[in-house]
């Protein structure tokens, strides 16, 4: 076999990494569950989760990965524990059923961006039914195979000259774009009150009915790509000598600050606009309705310079979901690559292909056919659907519910059972390059190592157990 492909440096590593981790689960997800969760003490207890499970696990994936330099199938069986590579189908799988969803909602950031770019050029009207929007299936099925096919050329062209290269345009500009944002919210009177809103210590509240702590553990395994691999694969091309470690770090912080200030820019549009407060304690802050609906509307109606920041929001939401459908599309073709032998390109559309066709059926149960969303995943059979799938209806939201409930979970707890007891401490120091002067682990290893053979498996086994008994996610 040829040469494995690497990153060309450290900053691309990151930045590709941290595409992965920076999506629709930045600028979608976590501003509503914050605002649900009403701010404040449910974002520092975001924060603790993402230090204490997300940090430590974000490590233990690239450490296995970069260990192994191969996929994390393979992976298991290059390291000697050849039994465990059931954990990395698990991920495979994951990968498929994300990937499938992630790019009907991810197609959604052209025709918003298409819709702003004519707002601006010949005035606002409203004139887009949202409903029908998702419910024309010719529409859907177009919007999301565009962007599978955007995003299966990039991954077609390889580690460093494909996945590489156009994350160091993307981030980039999405950290451009971030930033004239918050400056433009910054004008907006709802700036201050958006942050006290974040930052308030209303732990009294907070603790009195913490069912939020389950909805940001939850979310802090999503948003930063864990629990699939990868992360293992995006290791798995990392040159030995760089430090795990400060990567790891970077790539987390990245995250974090992005989410953040996500909330910072739509909560100075809301806390700016009293009735649209009223609209959303009313009846909680919609998922899809807020990014994709009342957000274009304050652009025009409500944002100084908002003919400037239409267009460029949905650019920015475009490149945040691109970097992530690459990692997730990259994951499924490095299996294909190392295990089967077969050219990347190959691979890749391969993938892509087999995708595509639940993506088309996810694209058509918004709405244009009745079967695929009113359907349930076992059927007749009551009982499962109650258990495994909540009784969610429809291909879009089934996937989305076992991925986020099931998959992710359970391939985040196996994984940290790996690296915490059957794979070799000795080796995991050496990797993570953690040691004292005379060889021995130091204290930030045995913190790290703590956490992913101790803290990790009892947490994300307390999530499972909540999902057994009915708690959800999606
Ligand atoms: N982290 C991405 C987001 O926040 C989604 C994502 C990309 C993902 N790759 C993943 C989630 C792998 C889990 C696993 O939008």
């Given at each position: ?6 990153w060309?440096s ?29 701010g ?29 330099q ?15 590579a ?32 004519r707002w ?12 029908a929007?998702?419910?024309?299936g ?5 919007l999301?195979l ?11 062209r ?55 702590i ?14 699939m ?56 802050m ?38 992530s ?24 559309f ?18 244009a056919?009745?079967?695929?969303t ?18 969610k ?20 707890f196996l ?36 956490a ?23």
């Amino acid at each position: 076999m040829s040469q494995r492909d690497h990153w060309g440096s450290r900053l691309g590593f990151v930045l590709a990494a941290a595409g992965s981790a920076v999506g629709l689960g930045n600028l979608w997800k976590f501003p509503y569950i914050a605002w649900n969760n009403d701010g404040g003490a449910f974002v520092y207890v975001y924060l603790v989760c993402i230090a204490v499970i997300g940090l430590p696990l974000m490590m233990a994936e690239i450490m296995i990965g970069r260990r192994a330099q191969t996929s994390p199938v393979p992976a298991y069986g290059q390291l000697g524990f050849p039994k465990w590579a059931f954990v990395g189908w698990i991920g495979v799988a994951a990968g498929v059923i994300i990937l499938a969803f992630y790019v009907v909602i991810a197609g959604w950031s052209i025709s918003s961006f298409y819709n702003c770019l004519r707002w601006s050029f010949s005035g606002y009207h409203n004139d887009v039914d949202f409903g029908a929007f998702v419910g024309s299936g010719s529409t859907q099925i177009s919007l999301s195979l565009v962007f599978l096919f955007i995003t299966a050329i990039i991954v077609s062209r390889g580690v460093s000259k494909g996945i590489e290269k156009a994350t160091k345009i993307m981030m980039p500009v999405l950290f451009a774009i971030l930033l004239y944002l918050v400056i433009n919210s910054g004008f907006l009177d709802g700036f201050g009150k958006a942050f006290t809103f974040l930052l308030r210590p209303n732990f009294g509240e907070f603790f009195a009915h913490p069912h939020g702590i389950l909805e940001a553990l939850g979310h802090a395994f999503f948003t930063l790509s864990l629990g699939m691999g990868a992360m293992v694969t995006y290791g798995s091309y990392m040159s030995k000598g760089e430090s795990i470690t400060r990567s790891a770090i970077a790539i987390v912080v990245l995250d974090t600050v992005i989410a953040l200030t996500a909330c910072v820019i739509m909560y100075s549009i809301i806390f700016s606009v009293p009735e649209l407060q009223e609209r959303l304690r009313g009846g909680g802050m919609s998922t899809s309705s807020m990014l994709f609906v009342t957000l274009p509307e304050m652009f025009y109606t409500k944002v100084p310079g908002g003919v400037f920041v239409g267009p460029i929001f949905y650019i920015l939401v475009g490149f945040a979901a691109l970097t992530s459908t690459i990692s997730l599309l990259e994951v499924v073709t490095a299996l294909l690559v190392d295990k089967l032998n077969i050219p990347r390109t190959k691979a890749t559309f391969s993938a892509a292909g087999g995708i595509g066709v639940l993506t088309i059926g996810a694209a058509l149960s918004l709405g244009a056919s009745e079967f695929l969303t009113n359907m349930k995943l076992f059927g007749p059979l009551e009982w499962l659907n109650h258990k495994i799938t909540a009784d969610k209806a429809g291909v879009l939201a089934i996937l989305d519910h076992v991925s986020a409930n099931w998959f992710l979970p359970v391939g985040g707890f196996l994984f940290a059972i790996f690296v915490g007891w059957v794979f070799k401490k000795k080796d995991a120091v050496e990797e993570l390059e953690l040691q004292n002067a005379d060889g021995s682990p130091s204290f930030w290893f045995n913190a790290w190592y703590f956490a992913v053979k101790v803290i990790c498996p009892l947490v994300i086994g307390y999530i499972i157990f909540k999902v057994l008994k009915g708690a959800d996610f999606s």
